[in-house]
C-alpha cells in the first residue's frame, strides 16, 4: 500500500471554493488560504443562528495502545462513507501540531484513504492557527516578565508567575529553564519552563469562545500570577487582552479543508485531552451543525478523557447533543490490553483479544450506560488481523446487544466504510438516547472528581495529596470551585497508573494537585505526572523527511 | 491627521486577483491568502527568465534618529507615484517583526497616506513567513541538543553549540538562559539564549536563497557547532535539511500586496541590517524586475549598513544593478545630528539643520563616490518642519549638484511624491551610473572590513580585539576567509560608537568578534554590542492595543 503521503499526493482535491458553495457559504463568508484552504468568518455563524441543527456523531476510542486503533482514521473515513450514502456530511477534527509531526508520531491528518487534504499543509503550518496561539501566549510572558522588570506595580511575586511559555515543537531541554540570566538589563532571573503550544491555556480559550467579546472576556480571566499578598493577578490586570485577541483575530475563524473524497472538513483548534479539554473549536462544531446535516467529530484519547471531557465540559455549556457514539477498536490494540507484547502484535491470538476486551467493555460502558448514548462499535481492521480474532469482538459486542463493524476505511476509503455508516444511521434513528452528563453545575468540587473517579474510570475512591488539599483550599477561598472539572490523567490506562491495561479494578485515584484555568473556565485535576513538553525520539521523523526541487515532500507521514 | 490604521481602514483595497492579473501573473502562479494577500509561485520567476529587467530604485537613508526620517513610507509614496505618472512601478520591502510591533515601534509598513495594506494583516501575522523561520530554526535547536542527550555519536562540545532559539517577540528575560534544568529527563544543562527571529541565520538565508535546491544547501551548510576535536558541524551532518527546507517551502515564496493607491507590493522576508543583510528577499526583487518597469526598494538603516550590503553582498551575487539611489533625510532627524534633543526637536532652529547636514553629506558620499550611483536627495517633510530649515537642505543639495525633492507622501500620498519621482525618473535617464561594489570577491578579509571602515564609515583604521584575532585566524583555517563581509555595528551612528552623531572623524573600527554565517554566506564582524533580543518598554505598544466585536483593530500603529 502507498504511504499516506503519497496517497494524498496522489489524490486530485476540489477547489476549497467548489466544497464552500456547496455547503451554502457565500463567496463572503470565507477566505481562501491558497486554493485548498479557507477560514470562515464567524458571521457565517451568527447568520444561521435559526436553522436546526444537524446530527452530531462523536468518534471515540479505547484507551490508546502502541498497537494503534485509528481513531481519526475511522472519523473521516465514517464521514466519506456518509457522503457515499448520499448523506451531506461533514467532519470536524482538531488541528495537529508540528511537535509530534517532526518528533514521534508523523502526521495526525488520518490515514491511507481515510485522510483529510491538503494532509501536508494541515500537519505543518495550515492556516498560522497554532502560530498564532504560540504568539499570544509568549506576548503575554514576556508583559508579565516584562511587569516584574519594570517596578513590579501591581507587587506580582515573582515565586507565583503562573504563566510559562510555549513553542509548538518537542524539546525537551525547554521543559526547565532559568530566565532572565546575564546582567540586570536581562531582567529578572527566574525559574520558567516551556510546554507544547497544543498545552496553552490560550488554545483551549481558542476553541471553547463563542464570538470575538467571549474570547476577550476569557483572556482576560486567565490566571497568571499571585501577588506578595496572595491575590490573584489576571490578565486583565496588565492591560493586554486586546493585544492577545489581536492576535487570535484570524485564528479563531474556522478553518475549511475537505477529506479526500470531497466532503467538507472543519480542523479548527488543537487542545490536550489531559490539562484541557481535548476537542476541535466549538465554532467549528457549530458552524458544522448549522451547514451538515451529519457531523462526525472526535475528542483526544479515550472514552475516559476527551469523549468525557466533550460530554461534560462542552455539550452542556453549549446545548449540545451527541446523537450517537461510534466507539473504535482494533484488534491489535485488544491484543495489547491483554497481555501481549507489541512485538508479537501481529501473531493471530484470540485468547489475547479475549483478555483484552474488557477495556473495550468499559469505555462501551461509559457511554451507554454513564452517558445514556447510542453506541456503535467500528472495529477497524489492520492488514495482519485474523478473523478468528475479529469475530471475538463482533461475539462480545453481539452479546451485549450493540452494533458493530468492521471498518475499512484505511485500505478502501469511504467504500470501506459503508456498513460501519449504515450502523451509525440506524442506531441514531432506532436507539433511544438519554444523553445526561455525568454531574450537574451545582455538584461539589469533591463530589465531581468522584463521580469521575468511580463512574467512568472504575475506580473504588479518591485519595488527595496534602498539596491536592491545599490547592483546594485556596480554589474554594477564591470563590472558583464551582467551575467544572478537567482531568489531567495519563491516557494510557483507564486508572491513573500508565502500566495498567485493560480494565483496572481494587484501586484508586490520586489527586496530586490542582489548577486553575479560568479563562477556559474548568479546574485542571492532576491525577499524575503529565507531560506538557514531548522530547525528541533518537531518531526523530524530521530526519526521514525531504523535499523535492518541485516543491513535493517525500518520507513524512 | 489620522492615525495610520485609521487610514488604512478607510481605504478601498483591490481584490489581490485584480492586482496579480494587472501584472501579467497567471491564475496558477500565485495562491490567494485572503483576498487580499497572496503568495506567487516560484514557477513565476524561473518562466520569466528572458525578460528584462525593470530599473531599481534603491531607497536608502539618513543615520537613524528618534527623530524619524521616513525611508519606508517615502519607498511607498514613491511607488505611489510613480504609479500616479503613469509608470508600471512596484515596491519590494521587508517584512515587519511582531516583537517591534508590541513594543516599542508600532507597525513597520509606511505610515500615513504612504502604507502597504492590509498594513495589519501585514504587521500580524501576514502570511507566517516568520513564524515559519521560527519553527525551523526552533526544530534545528532540538535536534542539535537531542543529539547531545542521544549519545552524541558526532562528538559534539557541549560548550561550542553556536545555535540559539528564536522568538518573534520582545522579551529581554530570554537574551540568556540555562536550558535542560531538571532531572535526567530533561535533557543536558547548558546555556542558551533566544534572538529575536529577525536575526535568525535561517531568515537570511530565505531571504538568499534562489530556488528550493538552493535553499537546501545553504541550510546544509549553516555551522552549528564544533566537535571536541574542533571540526565544524553543520547542518547537513544532523540529517535535517529536508525537515528544515519542508518548514520553508511556502515561506519562500514572495508576497503580493498593495499600496495604499494600489501599486502592488512585495513584501518578503526581514533580516536584520547589522548581523545579516538586511533586505528583503532576492526572490521578491528579481520577480518585481520581470513583471514591474520600476521597482523600489529599501534596505535596513542608513547607507553604511542596509544599502552597503545590498551593494556588496546582494547586487554582484545576483547580477542586479541598482539605477539610482534615493537618500532619505528629514529635518528633525538633522536637527538631531546637529545636537538638538528631542524635548526640543519641533523647535525651528536652521542652524542646527546646517550642523546636523555633514551626515547627509557622508551617506550622500558613500552612495555618489563611493558606490558610483545617480543619487536623489528625498527630503520627507513633517508638519512642524519650518521652511528656513527645509531650505538648509535643499541649498545644500544644490550646492553638491545634486537632485532634491521635498516629499510629502505621508501627508499627500502619491500626489505628494510627484516631485520626487519626477527627479527620480530624471536622474536615472540623465545621470551616468558608474555602479561598482566596494571590493572584489578576491579582496582578503581584512582589506575588506578596511574598506568598509575608512571609505564607509569615515574611520582612520580598524583595531582588533585579540578575540576577534583568533577568530579570524579560525575562520582562515577552515577556509571561510573568502566570505564577504557582513558588518554588524550600530545604527544609531557612522562610527562603532552609538553616541557620536553626525559624521564622526579622528576614530578607528573596533572589530570584537567575526562569526561565520556559513548558510548565508558570509561572515559578520562584530564592531559593537549587538542587540539581537529587544526588550519591552514600560508601557509596551501591547497596552494601546484593542479589538472591537466587528475584528476590527484600534489603537495600534
Given at each position: 500500500m502507498l504511504s499516506d503521503i503519497e496517497i494524498a499526493q496522489q489524490a486530485k482535491m476540489r477547489r476549497i471554493s467548489t466544497v464552500a458553495a456547496e455547503l451554502g457559504l457565500g463567496e463572503e463568508e470565507y477566505e481562501p488560504y491558497g486554493h485548498y484552504k479557507a477560514k470562515v468568518a464567524l458571521t457565517a455563524l451568527e447568520k444561521r443562528g435559526s436553522i436546526p441543527d444537524g446530527k452530531l456523531i462523536y468518534v471515540t476510542a479505547i484507551t490508546p495502545t502502541p498497537a494503534g486503533e485509528g481513531k481519526t482514521c475511522t472519523a473521516v473515513g465514517l464521514t466519506q462513507a456518509l457522503g457515499r450514502l448520499g448523506k451531506k456530511a461533514a467532519v470536524a477534527l482538531r488541528e495537529p501540531s508540528l511537535g509530534p509531526t517532526f518528533g514521534v508520531k508523523g502526521g495526525a491528518a488520518g490515514g491511507g484513504y481515510a485522510q483529510v487534504l491538503p494532509m501536508d499543509e494541515i500537519n505543518l503550518h495550515f492556516t498560522g492557527d497554532l502560530h498564532a496561539v504560540t504568539a499570544a501566549h509568549n506576548l503575554l510572558a514576556a508583559v508579565i516578565e516584562n511587569h516584574l522588570h519594570h517596578g513590579n506595580e501591581l507587587g506580582i511575586d515573582p515565586k507565583r508567575v503562573l504563566w510559562k511559555r510555549v513553542l509548538d515543537i518537542s524539546d525537551r531541554q525547554l521543559r526547565q529553564v532559568i530566565v532572565g540570566v546575564g546582567d540586570k538589563s536581562n531582567g529578572v532571573m527566574r525559574e520558567s519552563g516551556f510546554e507544547i503550544t497544543a498545552a496553552s491555556e490560550i488554545m483551549a480559550i481558542l476553541c471553547l469562545a463563542t464570538d470575538l467579546n467571549d474570547l476577550k472576556q476569557r483572556l482576560g480571566s486567565i490566571l497568571v500570577a499571585y501577588t506578595y499578598q496572595k491575590t490573584p493577578v489576571f490578565v486583565r490586570d496588565l492591560g493586554v487582552v486586546g493585544a492577545l485577541a489581536v492576535l487570535l483575530k484570524e485564528a479563531i475563524k474556522p478553518n475549511l479543508v475537505q477529506t479526500l473524497e470531497g466532503q467538507p472538513a472543519f480542523i479548527h483548534g488543537g487542545p490536550f485531552a489531559n490539562i484541557a479539554h481535548g476537542n476541535n473549536s466549538i465554532l467549528a462544531t457549530k458552524l458544522a451543525l448549522k451547514l451538515a446535516d451529519y457531523v462526525v467529530t472526535e475528542g483526544g484519547f479515550a472514552s475516559d478523557l476527551g469523549a468525557e471531557k466533550f460530554f461534560d465540559l462542552v455539550a452542556p455549556r453549549y446545548g449540545l447533543k451527541p446523537a450517537v457514539a461510534v466507539l473504535v477498536a482494533s484488534v491489535r490494540a485488544l491484543k495489547n490490553h491483554g497481555g501481549v507484547a507489541m512485538e508479537q502484535i501481529t501473531v493471530p491470538d484470540p485468547a489475547a483479544v479475549e483478555r483484552g476486551v474488557g477495556n473495550l467493555a468499559k469505555h462501551l460502558?461509559?457511554?451507554?450506560?454513564?452517558?445514556?448514548?447510542?453506541?456503535?462499535?467500528?472495529?477497524?481492521?489492520?492488514?495482519?488481523?485474523?478473523?478468528?480474532?475479529?469475530?471475538?469482538?463482533?461475539?462480545?459486542?453481539?452479546?451485549?446487544?450493540?452494533?458493530?463493524?468492521?471498518?475499512?476505511?484505511?485500505?478502501?476509503?469511504?467504500?470501506?466504510?459503508?456498513?460501519?455508516?449504515?450502523?451509525?444511521?440506524?442506531?441514531?434513528?432506532?436507539?433511544?438516547?438519554?444523553?445526561?452528563?455525568?454531574?450537574?453545575?451545582d455538584t461539589p468540587l469533591e463530589e465531581k472528581i468522584k463521580l469521575l473517579a468511580t463512574k467512568v474510570y472504575g475506580a473504588d475512591g479518591v485519595n488527595y495529596t496534602p498539596e491536592a488539599r491545599k490547592a483546594m483550599a485556596e480554589i474554594k477561598e477564591l470563590g472558583f470551585d464551582h467551575l467544572p472539572v478537567c482531568m489531567a490523567k495519563t491516557q494510557m490506562s483507564l486508572s491513573d497508573n500508565p502500566r495498567l491495561k485493560g480494565a483496572p479494578q481494587g484501586w484508586e485515584l490520586t489527586v496530586r494537585d490542582l489548577k486553575l484555568s479560568t479563562g477556559a473556565g474548568f479546574i485542571v485535576v492532576l491525577a499524575g505526572n503529565i507531560l506538557t513538553m514531548p522530547g525528541l525520539p533518537k531518531t526523530p521523523a524530521a530526519q526521514k523527511v525531504d523535499l523535492l526541487p518541485d516543491g513535493r515532500i517525500v518520507g513524512l507521514f
Open positions: 460502558s461509559n457511554l451507554r450506560d454513564v452517558f445514556g448514548l447510542p453506541v456503535v462499535v467500528a472495529l477497524n481492521k489492520f492488514p495482519t488481523d485474523d478473523p478468528q480474532e475479529l469475530a471475538v469482538v463482533l461475539d462480545y459486542c453481539r452479546g451485549q446487544g450493540v452494533p458493530a463493524a468492521v471498518s475499512e476505511v484505511v485500505a478502501h476509503g469511504g467504500a470501506g466504510g459503508i456498513a460501519l455508516a449504515q450502523q451509525v444511521l440506524a442506531t441514531l434513528e432506532n436507539v433511544e438516547n438519554r444523553f445526561a452528563p455525568l454531574y450537574g453545575s
